[in-house]
Structures are given as C-alpha cells and as structure tokens.
C-alpha cells in the first residue's frame, strides 16, 4: 500500500534497491558473523565460521561424501513425498467432498495428526526394520498431512454457485468435479504440497539422524558425535537450500499452471 503514495520516479527505483537489500542483507550478516569469529566473539566449538563452513562443504564435495549421503536423502524424500502426497490429496478429495467420509475418520485423523513424525521413527523401526521403507514411511506422513488438510479445504471452498450453474446445465459429478471443484481447489492443493515438500525434507532428516548409514542426517548426526560443527552446518544448509530451491520451482509452476 505505501508505494502507491510515492511518486512514478520513487517508485521505479524500488525494484532495484529491493534487489539490493535483498543480496546485501545476507552478505551483511555473514560479514559480522566472519568478523565476530575471528576476533574470538564466538565460540567455535558451537559455531563455526563462514569460511571453516565452506571449507568443509568442500571437502565434502571433493571426497563425494556429500554426493552420497544426498542422493540417498534425495531419493527416500521423492519416493516418500510422491506416497504421502498422492495419498493426502485421494484423502482430501474424498473428505472434502463426503461430509460422512470426513466425519467418519474425523477422530482418527484428529488423535495421529498432532503426532511429530519423529516420534514415528521408533515404532516404523519395530514394525518394518532400519532398511528404506520404515523411513520412507515416515517421510510419506509427514507429507501426507499438509496435502490432505489444504486439499479438503480448497474442496470445501470451492464456489457453490458454480457446481449450482453446472447441475442446473445437467453436468454429470466426474464433470462437475473435474471442471469446477478441482481447479477451484488447485491453488489450496499446490500450498499443501509445499507445505509436503519442506516437511518431507524435516522428516528425512529425523529419520536417518536415528537409524541410517547414509543421507543427509546421518551425516549431521555423525558430524555431531566426532564434534565437528562446520559438518553439521553443512548438512543443515544443505536441506535448507535444496528446500528453498524446490519451493521457488513448485511456486513457478504454480503460477504457470494457474495462470487464471
């Protein structure tokens, strides 16, 4: 709203110093961050600086430990992302659309949804072993919840005048469903499933942080055991990054999908 009140010439230069804030706020703080370390302000046992940071990933990166651990993070995450968000959005639909169907697992969904999927990890370890499908189980849940509860609410919001003007035109309910409810609900949809996406990545982390050999949180885990911090930061980046970059891919192709 404020920059409707500056005048054409103000206001063409906000792009460009928005771009600037944006590259040198960061800059900024990993500046102070370098600085404060070398002068000894911070305690390098607990944090470590930029530049050991980076000294680490690319150590890393060189031995092909890094390639290896995340691509085995990278593929338990797909497979489990896919599984939850195919299941959540199933689920939404069908209670989104049934009122009996959301009541009938209203108290189920109520009593497992406030569950942290660590607290998961123990009993998918009991039930299916330490090898991949325990933690892919636990990654598909975490995804699972974010995608259902987003894709029956856009169900539930979609414009009742809109199904009313399609009944009166005599549409069938695959017609009706498939031509009103679901574009309608897309936009809900595609937030469940980048809400899906980052919990899939916190779900990976838990899980091979408790029984895993390889993948991202092993690694973090590892670093935290042999106290090496510059490690463990380079783990925990590496999943913030990646899951920053997917979230601006899923939000371009939610924009090109939904140009309406």
């Known amino acids: ?20 804030i944006f590259v040198a706020t960061p800059l900024l703080f990993l500046l102070v961050w370098q600085l404060l370390g070398d002068r000894g302000l911070l305690n390098a046992v607990i944090l470590p600086t930029p530049a050991k940071i980076v ?39 069908l209670t989104g659309l049934f009122a009996k169907v959301s009541k009938a697992l209203a108290v189920l969904f109520g009593v497992l949804r406030p569950i942290p999927t660590i607290g998961l990890v123990p009993l998918m370890i009991l039930w299916f072993g330490i090898g991949e499908t325990s933690k892919v ?16 609410a856009g169900i539930e919001a979609a414009d009742r005048k809109l199904i009313e003007v399609a009944r009166i035109l005599e549409k069938d309910r695959l017609t009706v469903l498939l ?36 993948g991202i949180g092993h690694m973090i885990e590892y670093a935290r055991e042999l106290a090496q911090p510059a490690k463990m930061f380079v783990g925990i980046l590496v999943v913030g990054i990646v899951g920053l970059l997917i979230d601006v891919c899923i939000r371009a192709l939610q924009k090109k999908l939904l140009r309406w």
Do not use: C, H
């Open 137 to 152: 189980i636990v990654i598909a849940v975490g995804t699972f919840w974010s995608v259902l509860l987003n894709t029956q």
């Open 1 to 20: 709203m404020g920059s409707r009140l500056l005048p054409p010439a103000s206001r063409a230069k906000g792009p460009l110093s928005d771009r600037i």
């Open 179 to 214: 031509k009103v409810i679901l574009p309608s609900a897309l936009p809900s949809m595609f937030t469940g499933v980048r809400l899906g996406i980052g919990n899939a990545w916190k779900s990976v982390v838990a899980a091979e942080m408790l029984a895993a050999t390889r």
């Open 55 to 93: 000294r680490a990933f690319w150590s890393l990166l060189v031995t092909g430990k890094l390639a290896k651990d995340f691509s085995a993070s990278a593929v338990r995450v797909l497979l489990g992302f896919l599984y939850g968000t195919v299941a959540g959005i199933v689920l939404g639909i």
